[in-house]
C-alpha cells in the first residue's frame, strides 16, 4: 500500500499561473482533505471532501478550487497564484467515522514568486 | 479567536524523561475531538493520540498519554521515557462536529537531548 501519494513534490510558479496538486489513496477511505502549513501557523484545512462526489470548504478557501474525481483521487486547483499562497501543500484521507486519525501524504512544497 | 493554544513554542528534554506538551481549546461545543500528530524532520504527519470530549478515561497510546481536563479545556501530551527519535514538531488538534472542520495549533519543537 502506498498510503496518500501527492504529486508533484516541489513546484514553483509566477504570480497568475494556474497549477493541479495532485493527491491519491488507496486505502478506501470516504473523507479527503487538503491542508496548507505555514511557519508558525500548523496546518490550515482548505477544502475537505466528506465523501465521493461531495466538498466542502474549511478555514481559507479563497483561491482555490476542488475536485473530487473519484473515490481515491482529490485535487487541489490554483486558478491563479499569488505569492500568499506560497506554502507547503498536505492532502490527508481519513475513515468517515474517525476524523481524527487521517493519513497525511508526504506535502507539496509550492513556492509562488 | 484561535480556537487552539500551544504556549510553547519550543521544549528541551533530556533522554529517558517525561515531557508534558501543553495545549488548551476553545470551544462552545458539547461533543468534540481532540488529538495529537507528530511531524519528523522528513515531514510526513503522524497521527498519535486521540480524546473524545464524553470519554471518561484519558487516553493512552503506548508512551503517548492525553491529560484531558475538560473543566480547563487543556489537552496536554504526556511522553514518557523520550526517546531521540521523539524530537519532532507535535501538534494539537481539535474537531467539532458543528462546524465539521479541524483546526490545529501552531505547534511545539520537542527536542530530547542525549
Redesign the interface.
Given at each position: 500500500n502506498a498510503g496518500v501519494t501527492q504529486t508533484p513534490k516541489f513546484q514553483v510558479l509566477k504570480t497568475g499561473q494556474s497549477m493541479t496538486l495532485q493527491c491519491a489513496q488507496d486505502m478506501n477511505h470516504n473523507s479527503m482533505?487538503w491542508?496548507r502549513q505555514d511557519p508558525?501557523?500548523?496546518?490550515?484545512?482548505i477544502y475537505?471532501s466528506?465523501s465521493e462526489g461531495t466538498t466542502?470548504k474549511?478555514?481559507v478557501p479563497n483561491g482555490y478550487n476542488v475536485s473530487r474525481l473519484n473515490k481515491r483521487e482529490f485535487s487541489l486547483r490554483l486558478e491563479s497564484a499569488a505569492p500568499s499562497q506560497t506554502s507547503?501543500y498536505?492532502c490527508?484521507s481519513s475513515e468517515a467515522n474517525r476524523?481524527?486519525?487521517?493519513?497525511?501524504?508526504?506535502?507539496t512544497r509550492l513556492t509562488v514568486t | 479567536a484561535q480556537k487552539?493554544t500551544q504556549t510553547q513554542p519550543g521544549m528541551f528534554v533530556q533522554e529517558k524523561e517525561a515531557v508534558t506538551l501543553d495545549c488548551t481549546y476553545d470551544t462552545s461545543d458539547q461533543s468534540y475531538?481532540l488529538?495529537w500528530y507528530k511531524q519528523p524532520s522528513s515531514?510526513?504527519?503522524?497521527?498519535l493520540i486521540?480524546q473524545g470530549s464524553y470519554d471518561e478515561q484519558n487516553a493512552t497510546e503506548g508512551r503517548y498519554s492525553l491529560n484531558f481536563q475538560k473543566a480547563r479545556k487543556s489537552a496536554n501530551l504526556v511522553i514518557s521515557a523520550s526517546q531521540l527519535g521523539d524530537s519532532a514538531m507535535y501538534?494539537c488538534?481539535m474537531?467539532e462536529p458543528t462546524y465539521?472542520?479541524?483546526?490545529?495549533?501552531?505547534?511545539t519543537r520537542l527536542t530530547v537531548k542525549p
Open positions: 482533505y491542508y508558525g501557523m500548523g496546518l490550515r484545512l475537505y466528506a466542502d474549511g478555514e507547503v498536505f490527508a476524523a481524527y486519525e487521517q493519513y497525511f501524504g508526504p506535502g | 487552539i475531538g488529538f515531514g510526513e504527519m503522524i497521527f486521540y501538534f488538534a474537531r465539521n472542520d479541524m483546526r490545529f495549533g501552531a505547534g
